[in-house]
């Protein structure tokens, strides 16, 4: 059993920056893929970035590519998500997830285990 507790969202002008967390209890994070997805009121969860639990292999949504990036300290059991370039249209409710590694998409949200309870985030154009 995993714990997720995102932080770190808040309110920022377009094209400024921001940094998820995403604190994981327990001693199996190291061993789990984390994804990060956000959720604007009215729309379908969203996928915006994946990491493998050996941080080789990373992937990003087509809309955040270039401005987000995903990582990951297995030593303190904590997923990062760094924002830059930020635009309104990134204003969500941002969602952290992990999953034991399997073989099926890591874009998908309904193939994650865990989830944490949400960070909102909000861009003021």
């Known amino acids: 059993q995993v714990q997720l507790i995102e932080s770190g969202g808040g309110l920022v002008q377009a094209g400024g920056s921001l940094r998820l967390s995403c604190a994981a209890s327990g001693r199996t994070f190291s061993t789990y893929n984390m994804g990060w997805f956000r959720q604007a009121p009215g729309k379908e969860r969203e996928f915006v970035a994946f990491i493998t639990w050996t941080s080789t292999l990373t992937d990003y949504g087509d809309s955040v590519k270039g401005r987000f990036t995903i990582s990951r300290d297995n030593a303190k059991n904590t997923l990062y998500l760094q924002m830059n370039r930020l635009k309104p249209e990134d204003t969500a409710t941002y969602f952290c997830?992990?999953?034991?590694?399997?073989?099926?998409?890591?874009?998908?949200?309904?193939?994650?285990?865990?989830w944490g309870q949400g960070t909102q985030v909000t861009v003021a154009s």
């Open positions: 997830a992990g999953r034991i590694p399997a073989p099926s998409s890591l874009r998908s949200s309904s193939t994650y285990n865990y």
